[in-house]
C-alpha cells in the first residue's frame, strides 16, 4: 500500500523559510514525476511545484517561482520543497504525490495527510 508522509512545516513570520519533505513507502517514485500542492482554507487544491524522476526538470506555479526549489533524493525516496521569503498567502496544508505527466501536472490518487505552513504578518 502507498503511503506518502509529508512533514516540515509550522508557523513562520513573513520573510522566513520552512523545508518541506515528502517520503514515499510502498513503491518507489521511479519512474514518476513528483509534484507539491496546496490547499488553503475554501480553496481548491491547486499545484505549486513538479520535479521529473532525474531531478533535471523543474516547474513551478507564478505564485511560488523564484521564492521556493524543488529537489528530491531517490536514494531514499523523499521529494523536498524549499520555501524562502514566505507570504501570509502562503498558508495553507502542502501535499505531495505522484504526477501522471508533467505536461498535465495530474496527481495520481494517493495523499498523505499534509503538512500546515501559516505564515504570519
Known amino acids: 500500500q502507498v503511503q506518502l508522509v509529508e512533514s516540515g512545516g509550522g508557523l513562520v513570520q513573513a520573510g522566513g523559510s520552512l523545508r518541506l519533505s515528502c517520503a514515499a513507502s510502498g513503491r518507489t517514485f521511479r519512474p514518476y514525476a513528483s509534484g507539491w500542492f496546496r490547499q488553503a482554507p475554501g480553496k481548491e487544491r491547486e499545484f505549486v511545484a513538479a520535479?521529473?524522476?532525474?531531478?533535471?526538470?523543474?516547474y513551478y506555479a507564478d505564485s511560488v517561482k523564484g521564492r521556493s526549489t524543488i529537489s528530491r533524493d531517490n536514494a531514499k525516496n523523499t521529494v523536498y520543497l524549499q520555501m524562502n521569503s514566505l507570504k501570509p498567502e502562503d498558508t495553507a496544508v502542502y501535499y505531495c504525490n505522484f504526477l501522471a505527466d508533467m505536461v498535465t501536472m495530474r496527481p495520481l490518487d494517493y495523499w498523505g495527510q499534509g503538512t500546515q505552513v501559516t505564515v504570519s504578518s
Open positions: 520535479i521529473n524522476w532525474s531531478g533535471d526538470n523543474t
